[in-house]
């Protein structure tokens, strides 16, 4: 019953948060992430779903009080998979994820940007920065971590994490590490596309107070 009350109690916090980012002029996350439409061939869509506060806590480093504070409100993901022979997945990217968070502030989505890098200074022996040379959002980091082996499979993980005004997103693609791996080139053109559409939905909000509020 504690469990279920939980997940009840888990659920309308995400439905208010996405009904509140909904209400105050945000974008919906889920119009925001990468498609189908943006993967190299051979990929189909693996899951996609709103994530909560508290599914945000159990798969990052902060906490779910931390998303609190900094006023998270509703966020998206969308995660995309590799199809093919074996020796096609040693190609290149075996999965690619997509995700956008709205938060109350941009001041907010900023701290859960920052919390990243932190998390990322502080792991050293998983986490690599790497120069992004491209400019992304208002802040971003490029990323390269080698996670623990999984079932004796080794992977390699770049990720793209940056925020644009109220907004905290972030690309990874994950690829076997005995073979070619994630192409770094494809994960920042597919965060620079990412990018693209959120500063147009922000800016398309904005246009639209502008012109409820001209006489």
């Known amino acids: ?4 009350s939980a997940t009840v109690a888990a659920l309308a916090a995400l439905v208010g948060g996405l009904l509140a980012a909904t209400a105050s ?3 919906n996350p889920r119009t925001l992430t990468l498609r189908l439409a943006d993967m190299p061939s051979g990929f189909s869509v693996k899951t996609a779903h709103y994530v909560g506060a508290v599914a945000a806590a159990g798969s990052g480093s902060a906490t779910e009080a931390q998303y609190r504070a900094w006023g998270y409100m509703a966020g998206y993901e969308a995660d995309f998979a590799q199809r093919g022979s074996l020796s096609d997945l040693l190609k290149g990217a075996v999965e690619i994820d997509s995700s956008v968070s709205v938060y109350e502030t941009a001041h907010g989505a900023a701290e ?3 919390d990243s890098k932190v ?3 502080e792991h050293t022996s998983v986490c690599l920065r790497l120069s992004l040379g491209k400019k992304i959002g208002s802040q971003a980091g490029l990323y390269k971590l080698t996670p623990p082996s999984s ?3 080794k992977t390699v993980v770049y990720s793209v ?3 644009r005004g109220p907004l905290r997103a972030a690309v990874l693609a994950t690829g076997a590490a005995a073979g070619v791996g994630p192409s770094l080139s494809e994960v920042i053109a597919l965060a620079v596309k ?3 559409r959120m500063a147009q939905a922000l ?3 904005a246009g639209a107070r502008r012109s409820s509020i001209s006489p």
């Open 119 to 121: 998390y990322c200074a």
């Open 25 to 27: 002029g945000r974008p």
């Open 161 to 163: 994490v940056w925020h």
């Open 151 to 153: 079932g004796g499979v």
């Open 203 to 205: 800016e398309l909000r």
């Open 112 to 114: 859960s940007w920052a």
């Open 1 to 4: 019953m504690k469990v279920r």
């Open 194 to 196: 990412q990018d693209r």
